[in-house]
């Protein structure tokens, strides 16, 4: 598998983590969204992906875009360790949260936004993310165990920690929202959350290594 991601995106990094924790090694080829007016808009890349985003993922002899779409490709191949549970609701409950942040959350304030944003954009992602955040932690209340839907790690997790990092990049108080920084310290203590952070990938930038 060919794996083409951007250090700092949050979709980007949400596959990382899945197939980390599905032991699938792959080929990373970095995509920099921001050095020479953005290489997502290459001619190369845009036959890749139409919609000039990380992440891509060559796999198995398709090419797949849409974070969510490749994770779900990944679970019904690599069923093990699951990241749907079985029972229905939990199940439904996995993808309502994955949902909500993938779809209610990180887009209003993903980078192409924030461009058309200009000098507001900071207080623009900050407006959008407390939004969401404010909705997101009362939903945890009744689904969270350790993680956001009971004990095991599921497709929510790896969508709740890089919305946790872009929150403390664009200076968000996580104060009143004590469920969703629980779970994210948890995740991040696994060995699968941690090798796909942002601050060790092959194109981090020097000063922001681990």
């Given at each position: 598998?060919i794996?083409?991601?951007?250090?700092r995106?949050?979709?980007?990094?949400?596959?990382?983590?899945?197939?980390?924790?599905?032991g699938?090694?792959?080929?990373?080829?970095?995509?920099?969204?921001?050095?020479?007016?953005?290489?997502?808009?290459?001619?190369?890349?845009?036959?890749?992906?139409?919609?000039?985003?990380?992440p891509?993922?060559?796999?198995?002899?398709?090419?797949?875009?849409?974070?969510?779409?490749?994770?779900?490709?990944?679970?019904?191949?690599?069923?093990?360790?699951?990241?749907?549970?079985?029972?229905?609701?939990?199940?439904?409950?996995?993808?309502?949260?994955?949902?909500?942040?993938?779809?209610?959350?990180?887009?209003?304030?993903?980078?192409?936004?924030?461009?058309?944003?200009?000098?507001?954009?900071?207080?623009?992602a900050?407006?959008?993310?407390?939004?969401?955040?404010?909705?997101?932690?009362?939903?945890?209340?009744?689904?969270?165990?350790?993680?956001?839907?009971?004990?095991?790690?599921?497709m929510?997790?790896?969508?709740?920690?890089?919305?946790?990092?872009?929150?403390?990049?664009?200076?968000?108080?996580?104060?009143?929202?004590?469920?969703?920084?629980?779970?994210?310290?948890a995740?991040?203590?696994?060995?699968?959350?941690?090798?796909s952070?942002?601050?060790?990938?092959?194109?981090?930038?020097?000063?922001?290594?681990?």
């Amino acid at each position: 598998p060919i794996l083409y991601s951007y250090f700092r995106s949050s979709c980007s990094w949400r596959v990382r983590i899945a197939l980390a924790l599905k032991g699938i090694s792959y080929d990373l080829v970095p995509v920099n969204l921001i050095k020479d007016g953005g290489q997502q808009f290459s001619a190369e890349f845009k036959a890749l992906n139409p919609m000039q985003q990380v992440p891509a993922l060559k796999i198995d002899g398709i090419t797949l875009s849409q974070s969510l779409a490749i994770i779900n490709y990944l679970e019904e191949t690599h069923p093990n360790p699951r990241l749907l549970p079985q029972d229905p609701k939990k199940r439904a409950q996995v993808r309502m949260i994955a949902d909500h942040i993938a779809s209610g959350i990180q887009p209003l304030q993903n980078l192409s936004v924030l461009k058309q944003m200009g000098e507001k954009k900071m207080e623009w992602a900050q407006t959008c993310i407390t939004s969401g955040f404010q909705a997101l932690e009362q939903i945890l209340q009744h689904t969270a165990g350790r993680y956001c839907v009971g004990d095991e790690v599921s497709m929510a997790d790896l969508c709740l920690v890089p919305q946790v990092a872009n929150a403390e990049r664009f200076k968000v108080d996580m104060g009143p929202y004590p469920t969703i920084s629980r779970i994210n310290k948890a995740l991040l203590e696994l060995e699968a959350f941690k090798i796909s952070h942002p601050s060790r990938q092959p194109d981090t930038p020097a000063e922001l290594r681990a």
